[in-house]
């Protein structure tokens, strides 16, 4: 597996969130961004990357006072996936924007079609 410390993961993801453009993320509501080892389910070891919340396309009037929706990116899985740093930066940059997508309601299936699977 890839060696690479927590922080320097972080300052990755940190960095794909930079590259997001600014009027994508002026969008984004009531949405937080967080960096964990593994996912919680053995099941799902090779996780990239999860959002859970209620995507902006399926909020209505009775959104109001909830906790923020949660995007998690996995460092394990992405480290056991990547052969070179190079790698990582790509696959995080891809993790965090299919994340953010979902967000936004877009499903898994456009994208794939769109190269962000």
Known sequence: MLEMTREEFEE?????????????????????????????????????????????????????????DRITVYRGPTLRMCKTREDVVAETEITVVHEIAHHFGIDDERLHELGYG
């Open 12 to 68: 990755l993801v940190s960095l794909a969130l930079d590259r997001v453009p600014p009027e994508l993320m002026r969008l984004m509501d009531n949405v937080a961004v967080f960096v964990e080892e593994e996912p919680q389910d053995p099941e799902d070891r090779d996780l990239l990357g999860l959002y859970e919340g209620t995507p902006l396309t399926e909020r209505g009037e009775w959104y109001a006072g909830v906790l923020p």
